[in-house]
C-alpha cells in the first residue's frame, strides 16, 4: 500500500475516532437534562461501534505510516507521544463506551465521573492532533 | 519516499483547518444519527432527537464549518495556491462549498421542522434533514480523500 493510501486510511480513522468521542460529548451533555438523558443514549450503540473501529485503525496504520516511511521512525518523541496519548485516549474512550452500553441495556445509573472524563478525552484527542500536525522534534 | 516537512507557520491554520474538519463531520454525524434514530422510531423519543438532530446541526456543525473554511483559506494563502489549479484543490473547494449549501438546508429544514411541531416525530421536512445529513457525511469522506492523496 503506497504512502497516500495509508495517509487516507490514517486519517479516516481518527476522523472516525473523533466522531465517537462527539457522540460520546453529546450523550454527556445531554445527561445534564433528565428530560433528554434516555433520549441522548440511543446515540451510545452508534459510539460503541466507532469507537472501537477507529481506535483499532488509527494506531494499526499509524504505525503503518511510521514503519513505510524512512523519515519516521517509531521511536521519534512525537510518534511515542501520540502512542502513549492513544492508550489513555483509548481507555477513557473504553470505559465512556462501556458504562452508557450499560445504561442503555439495563438502565444503571450514569457515572458521575462522565462529564469529567469526556472533558478529558476532548483534551486527550486535541493534544494528539497538535502533536500530529507539529510533530515536535521532527527533522 | 522523502517527505517534505513544512514550514512551521503554516501549523496553526492547518490545525484550525483539521480540527475544524473533524468537529464538522463529528457533529454532522451526531446530527445524522440523532435524526435516523428518530425515523427509526415511532415512540415519544421521536420528538426529542428531532431536536436534538435539529440543534446538534445549528449550534455545532454551522460555526465547525466556519473554522474549517476559514482556515482552508488561510492555509491556501500561506502555501500560495490560491490560483492553482490542482485537482485536489478544485475537489477540496467541491466538498467545501457544495457542502455547505447542504449544510445549510438541511440546518434550516430540520429546524423549521422543530418549529412547526415541536412535539411530533421528525415530518417530511427533518427526513429531508437525515438525509441530507447523511450525503454530508459521504462528501466529507471524498473531502478527505482529496485532501490526504491529492489525486493529480
Same mark, same amino acid.
Given at each position: 500500500m503506497g504512502y497516500s493510501t495509508l495517509l487516507f486510511l490514517h486519517v479516516t480513522s481518527a476522523f472516525t475516532m473523533v466522531t465517537a468521542a462527539g457522540l460520546f460529548l453529546a450523550i454527556a451533555l445531554a445527561q445534564r437534562s433528565a428530560r433528554h438523558s434516555a433520549t441522548a443514549l440511543r446515540l451510545a450503540p452508534v459510539a460503541g461501534i466507532l469507537w472501537p473501529v477507529g481506535g483499532l485503525l488509527v494506531i494499526v496504520f499509524g504505525v503503518w505510516l511510521a514503519l513505510h516511511d524512512s523519515q519516521y521512525s517509531l521511536g521519534d518523541g512525537w510518534i511515542i507521544a501520540a502512542i502513549v496519548l492513544w492508550v489513555i485516549g483509548s481507555a477513557i474512550g473504553g470505559r465512556l463506551g462501556a458504562g452508557y452500553r450499560k445504561m442503555a441495556s439495563s438502565g444503571a445509573a450514569p457515572d458521575p465521573a462522565a462529564l469529567a472524563l469526556n472533558l478529558a478525552l476532548v483534551v486527550t484527542v486535541?493534544? /494528539?492532533? /497538535?502533536?500530529? /500536525?507539529?510533530?515536535p522534534g521532527a527533522s | 519516499m522523502t517527505l517534505i516537512i513544512r514550514p512551521d507557520s503554516w501549523n496553526l491554520p492547518l490545525l484550525l483547518h483539521v480540527g475544524g474538519a473533524m468537529a464538522l463531520v463529528a457533529s454532522v454525524t451526531v446530527a445524522a444519527v440523532a435524526l435516523i434514530q428518530g425515523w427509526r422510531t415511532?415512540?415519544?423519543s421521536s420528538a426529542a432527537l428531532k431536536r436534538f438532530g435539529a440543534r446538534t446541526?445549528? =449550534?455545532?456543525?454551522?460555526?465547525? =464549518?466556519?473554522?474549517?473554511?476559514i482556515a482552508a483559506q488561510w492555509i491556501l494563502s500561506k502555501e500560495h495556491l490560491e490560483?492553482?489549479?490542482?485537482?485536489?484543490?478544485?475537489?477540496?473547494?467541491?466538498?467545501?462549498?457544495?457542502?455547505?449549501?447542504?449544510?445549510l438546508i438541511a440546518t434550516i429544514v430540520a429546524n423549521v421542522a422543530v418549529r412547526r411541531d415541536p412535539d411530533a416525530?421528525?415530518?417530511?421536512?427533518?427526513?429531508v434533514g437525515a438525509s441530507l445529513s447523511v450525503v454530508l457525511i459521504?462528501? =466529507?469522506?471524498?473531502?478527505?480523500?482529496?485532501?490526504?492523496t491529492k489525486p493529480a
Open positions: 486535541l493534544v /494528539i492532533l /497538535i502533536d500530529m /500536525i507539529y510533530k | 415511532s415512540d415519544a446541526l445549528l =449550534y455545532a456543525a454551522i460555526p465547525s =464549518y466556519f473554522v474549517m473554511r490560483n492553482s489549479n490542482a485537482a485536489w484543490i478544485g475537489d477540496g473547494f467541491l466538498a467545501a462549498d457544495f457542502g455547505a449549501l447542504l449544510l416525530g421528525l415530518g417530511k421536512l427533518a427526513k459521504a462528501l =466529507y469522506v471524498f473531502a478527505v480523500w482529496a485532501m490526504t
